[in-house]
């Protein structure tokens, strides 16, 4: 009946699921393996053989130790091949020649920001590729806090949403040095998550510069002031040449007065010689 079938959707952040697919089993097709690792972000083990259950215990075949492994602590090794040269099929059904076991993963990659922060201030570092409803944390140096940003509270862990994103806010201490400060992401139960989901991460610690002092941002660094004696010797100095001019000016005013007496005395003198011969 058309249009009664839900349509396929892909699902996020899922815990690691292991599927088995062998490459020509008769009653599941080895495809369809493929295609629900990749629609669900896990891993895929491909068996070379022709019968419809890879996985016998008690056979010791590369079958059975990668899923052994994976029942124990959700970590599917890739270093158990079984036996090479053999025929098998790629993640695309392509027949090719290669080892009886392979494992293929679909998982994201997790990530962690790093951030630069000044010592004493917070700063949230958000991480992704991580299981959704899962909690985790970071490892920090002593001293630092991991704070959940919700309630402002201290925390040992934060839960991841359903996308598989998590923030963590971080309150660096006071007396921080300056420097780059690694940390690790990585789950807050080791035990009951899958290891492999971690991340590292570095904080790039910067210390103000004390006010006053100047900074790296290109701002001017003050001039102290000139040392009080040199100011007075400054003002002295002028003084005294104010003075000086001022002497000069003088003794140059008084001397053309007398200069301009001596010529007034001289003219009347000569005037009155005249006068005398005349008569």
Not at 15 to 20: E, G, K, S, T
Not at 150 to 163: D, F, G, H, R
Not at 185 to 192: E, H, M, N, S, V
Request: net charge negative; aromatic share 6%; glycine share 8%.
């Amino acid at each position: 009946m058309k249009g009664t079938l839900p349509q396929g959707q892909t699902l996020k952040a899922m815990p690691n699921i292991l599927y088995i697919s062998t490459t020509y089993d008769p009653a599941t097709p080895y495809q369809d393996g493929i295609v629900g690792a990749a629609a669900t972000g896990t891993t895929v083990l491909t068996v070379a053989g022709n019968v419809h259950t890879s996985y016998y215990p008690g056979t010791g075949d590369c079958t059975e130790l990668i899923t052994n492994r994976y029942y124990v602590d959700l970590v599917v090794p890739t270093d158990i091949t079984g036996e090479a040269g053999v025929e098998t099929k790629d993640i695309y059904s392509n027949v090719i020649t290669g080892n009886q076991c392979r494992v293929d993963s679909f998982r994201p990659v997790t990530t962690v920001e790093s951030k630069a922060v000044n010592a004493g201030d917070t700063v949230d570092v958000a991480a992704t590729g991580l299981v959704r409803n899962t909690q985790y944390t970071l490892e920090l140096p002593a001293g630092y806090e991991l704070v959940d940003p919700a309630t402002q509270q201290a925390a040992s862990a934060i839960t991841s949403t359903v996308e598989g994103t998590a923030v963590f806010r971080v309150k660096v201490p006071a007396g921080a040095a300056a420097g780059d400060v690694p940390f690790n992401l990585l789950p807050a139960d080791l035990k009951q998550n899958d290891p492999q989901v971690r991340a590292a991460g570095v904080l790039t610690i910067t210390v103000p510069a004390a006010p006053g002092t100047g900074s790296d941002d290109g701002a001017k660094v003050p001039v102290p002031p000139a040392d009080k004696a040199d100011d007075n010797k400054s003002a002295t100095a002028k003084q005294q040449t104010k003075a000086s001019l001022a002497r000069t000016g003088s003794d140059a005013t008084a001397g053309l007065f007398v200069a301009t007496v001596v010529m007034l005395a001289g003219a009347a003198t000569l005037a009155l010689a005249r006068k005398r011969r005349s008569c």
